[in-house]
């Protein structure tokens, strides 16, 4: 699952412990690891802290902040990039070394040959940020359909602030937790839970789905650049049953295949509905015919004295 905090800031210290406890609460996402790096960019101090759950490449040198071999590009990151397997070995063809095994050596060897573009390549589930020292900026993404979560509070014109939970905000001394009356009001009365980009508090935002946003630090004030970079495509299929049939068929098994992928034991929940069920059963296909070769757990959870 994994998380992250980022302080970007002009003229504040903290002395590094706002970072430290603003990434320490979120324990039940990475508790594996915690890793802080500081940096200073023109004016600007940033600080990333990241809270690591160990899913692929287990070792130490896939902790994160993770920090390029040039030392002028880090990233922090959150979710899990399906096919960087794929990805890896077109850019080993173009003669990029890699020192890990990890998606997060590749989404970032992936930002530095591809640029932003690098987004378009990915299969996953994710919420990243890109420190580049280089571009003096700070670059934030979110995956598609905004899977892993996003967050952001602009405290002033000096000073900005990201993370993956809401509560981690509340460990920032100028962060106030101020009740967003509106988006309460719509929640209640109008059984609305989606307000753009808004959140229960006020000025904690969310990081929209398929959105980017880049934090020029060349700056003597920070700025705001907002994109869209994915928007999806509804295309008219001329197939018949039997080919839709087949088309989904091959897309479940791709998309399920890509997701068994990791270094520690797989399992999933049931629920005894018909997605899970399919999702189980299919993997038990391929456990019988020797295309995946670990034993599946599977979970199911119920409440005590309920029917």
């Known amino acids: 699952m994994c998380g992250f905090s980022i302080i970007v800031n002009k003229g504040e210290n903290y002395n590094d412990h706002v970072i430290r406890n603003m990434t320490r609460s979120i324990i039940h996402r990475g508790p594996d690891n915690f890793g802080f790096i ?88 994710f919420s990243f940020a890109i420190l580049d020292k280089k571009r003096e900026k700070l670059f934030v993404a979110r995956d598609r359909f905004g899977v892993k979560p996003l967050y952001y509070s602009q405290i002033n014109q000096e000073e900005i602030v990201f993370s993956s939970e809401i509560k981690q905000f509340f460990f920032h001394p100028k962060v106030k937790k101020v009740i967003n009356s509106e988006a309460f009001y719509r929640f209640l009365f109008q059984k609305s839970h989606k307000f753009s980009c808004e959140s229960f508090f006020k000025n904690i935002f969310e990081v929209n789905q398929g959105e980017l946003i880049t934090i020029c630090l060349k700056r003597s004030s920070i700025s705001l650049k907002k994109e869209t970079w994915y928007r999806p495509e509804l295309n008219q299929l001329d197939a018949n049953e039997p080919e839709l049939e087949e088309r989904f068929s091959e897309l479940f098994d791709n998309a399920v295949k890509l997701r068994l992928n990791a270094d520690v034991p797989v399992g999933t929940g049931l629920s005894g509905g018909l997605d899970s069920s399919s999702i189980v059963c299919h993997i038990k296909d391929l456990i019988e015919q020797k295309k995946w070769n670990h034993p599946l757990k599977t979970f199911s959870s119920r409440f005590l004295n309920h029917a």
């Not at 070792?59 to 390029?68: I, M, Y």
């Not at 590009?73 to 990890?102: A, D, H, M, P």
């Open 38 to 125: 500081n940096e200073t960019i023109g004016d600007f101090d940033i600080n990333l802290g990241h809270a690591r759950l160990s899913i692929i490449d287990l070792q130490e040198n896939s902790n994160q902040p993770f920090v390029s071999k040039c030392k002028k590009v880090l990233l922090v990151f959150n979710g899990e990039i399906y096919n960087f397997q794929e990805i890896k070995r077109e850019l080993k063809s173009l003669g990029i070394v890699f020192n890990t095994n990890s998606d997060t050596e590749v989404i970032l060897e992936s930002y530095l040959y591809w640029g932003e573009e690098c987004l378009n390549r990915f299969n996953g589930m």
